[in-house]
């Protein structure tokens, strides 16, 4: 059985960055601060997204750049423990890649550590392919899989 859940997705502002942030600190082991978003934004503002839900909740978000010519990254992409399951984080994934289509780039290209299976799972059933092993890539210095997709098999 597949859970739906009504939902918009919608270009990340400054008034989202509290909520957002809030989200990161719960669902990311990394840490990050609010800046981060800010600069996110200013750098490729329709390259920030979130999910929100029917009584305007951000349920979850994703954030990324301009990479190179043809190729952009997602740099943060979590969802609230309460609307897991329910769509958002693909969602957000395929708006995404229709703004990265959108902004002329092919590709799309993300980190995620080498031990997540289940999310490593997540990106693969939406077509990416692990192209990478990185040693030592996070701060407590885990190992990471760079992951790329190109633009149509995300669609």
């Given at each position: 059985m597949t859970n739906t859940f009504l939902m918009l997705i919608r270009q990340m502002t400054a008034r989202d960055v509290d909520r957002v942030y809030e989200i990161a600190c719960r669902s990311l082991d990394e840490y990050?601060?609010?800046?981060?978003?800010?600069?996110?934004?200013?750098?490729?503002?329709?390259?920030?997204?979130?999910?929100?839900?029917?009584?305007?909740?951000?349920?979850?978000?994703?954030?990324?750049?301009?990479?190179?010519?043809?190729?952009?990254?997602?740099?943060?992409?979590?969802?609230?423990?309460?609307?897991?399951?329910?769509?958002?984080?693909?969602?957000?994934?395929?708006?995404?890649?229709?703004?990265?289509?959108?902004?002329?780039?092919?590709?799309?290209?993300?980190?995620?550590?080498?031990?997540?299976a289940d999310v490593i799972s997540f990106y693969r059933k939406r077509g990416f392919v692990v192209t990478e092993y990185i040693k030592g890539f996070y701060n407590n210095g885990g190992d990471a899989v760079r992951m790329v997709c190109s633009v149509r098999a995300n669609s």
């Amino acid at each position: 059985m597949t859970n739906t859940f009504l939902m918009l997705i919608r270009q990340m502002t400054a008034r989202d960055v509290d909520r957002v942030y809030e989200i990161a600190c719960r669902s990311l082991d990394e840490y990050y601060t609010k800046e981060v978003f800010y600069f996110l934004i200013d750098g490729w503002p329709s390259g920030q997204l979130v999910a929100v839900n029917m009584i305007g909740n951000i349920m979850g978000f994703i954030s990324g750049a301009r990479l190179t010519r043809d190729k952009t990254t997602v740099s943060l992409l979590a969802v609230d423990d309460m609307y897991r399951g329910v769509g958002a984080g693909s969602g957000l994934l395929r708006e995404f890649g229709l703004r990265t289509s959108m902004d002329g780039k092919q590709h799309i290209q993300l980190e995620v550590r080498s031990t997540n299976a289940d999310v490593i799972s997540f990106y693969r059933k939406r077509g990416f392919v692990v192209t990478e092993y990185i040693k030592g890539f996070y701060n407590n210095g885990g190992d990471a899989v760079r992951m790329v997709c190109s633009v149509r098999a995300n669609s």
